[in-house]
Structures are given as structure tokens and as C-alpha cells.
């Protein structure tokens, strides 16, 4: 098992940033790559970015340009850094885990193996 803990939501204005950060614990060594996805009230989750345990990156395009998603493999940590944040980016965000090998195109999918309780951000205009 993976636990996990987000933490960093809160309220921004438009334009602004936010910093979401993710600690994994337990089965550490089993996080091949790790997650952000969004839910926005009457909505469905939605990927936003991954990276993999060798640091490769795929983001939403909603988001490209605007987020980054880094990661440190020796504190089983993945950081979301969010700028030039949109009211449309309001939403629960979710930190998640998959713990085997998969195509970096296939990490916008929500098969993941673990997820985060969520943390809320909220953007005002």
C-alpha cells in the first residue's frame, strides 16, 4: 500500500500561484509514476500532469505553459507549482500513484493505482 498526502490548496486570486505538494509513504518503492488530476463541482475528474519515476513529464493542455509538475524520488515527494492560475482551475485536486511501468501516453488515464484524499483550490476572479 501507498498512502498519500496533498497539501497546498487554498484560495488565490486570478493570475496568481499556488504550490501543491504530495508525500508518499508505505510501499515507496512502487511508484513508477506519479499524478495530478482535477474535479471540479458537477464535473468529471480530469487528468492535469504526471511524471514518471525518470522524470518525464506530460501535461492537460489546458495547463501546459502554466503548470509545472517536478518530482523528488529521494522524498517520495511530486510537486504541482501552478501560475497564472484561472477561476477554471478551481477544483478538488487529487495526487495519485501508479506503481507499475506504463506508456507515458497512457498516464492521462485514470487508472492509477493510489490516490491522494484531495486538496481544494479555489480561484476568485
Known amino acids: 500500500q501507498v498512502q498519500l498526502v496533498e497539501s497546498g490548496g487554498g484560495l488565490v486570486q486570478a493570475g496568481g500561484s499556488l504550490r501543491l505538494d504530495c508525500a508518499a509513504s508505505?510501499?515507496?518503492?512502487?511508484?513508477?509514476?506519479m499524478g495530478w488530476f482535477r474535479q471540479a463541482p458537477g464535473k468529471e475528474r480530469e487528468f492535469v500532469a504526471a511524471?514518471?519515476?525518470?522524470?518525464?513529464?506530460t501535461y492537460a493542455n489546458s495547463v501546459k505553459g502554466r503548470f509545472t509538475i517536478s518530482r523528488d524520488n529521494a522524498r517520495n515527494t511530486v510537486i504541482l507549482q501552478m501560475n497564472s492560475l484561472k477561476p477554471e482551475d478551481t477544483a478538488v485536486y487529487y495526487c495519485?500513484?501508479?506503481?507499475?511501468?506504463?506508456?507515458?501516453?497512457?498516464?492521462?488515464?485514470?487508472?492509477?493505482?493510489?490516490w491522494g484524499q484531495g486538496t481544494q483550490v479555489t480561484v476568485s476572479s
Open positions: 495519485a500513484v501508479r506503481a507499475t511501468y506504463s506508456d507515458i501516453r497512457s498516464l492521462s488515464l485514470p487508472e492509477y493505482d493510489y
Open positions: 508505505g510501499r515507496t518503492w512502487s511508484t513508477y509514476a
Open positions: 511524471i514518471t519515476y525518470g522524470k518525464m513529464t
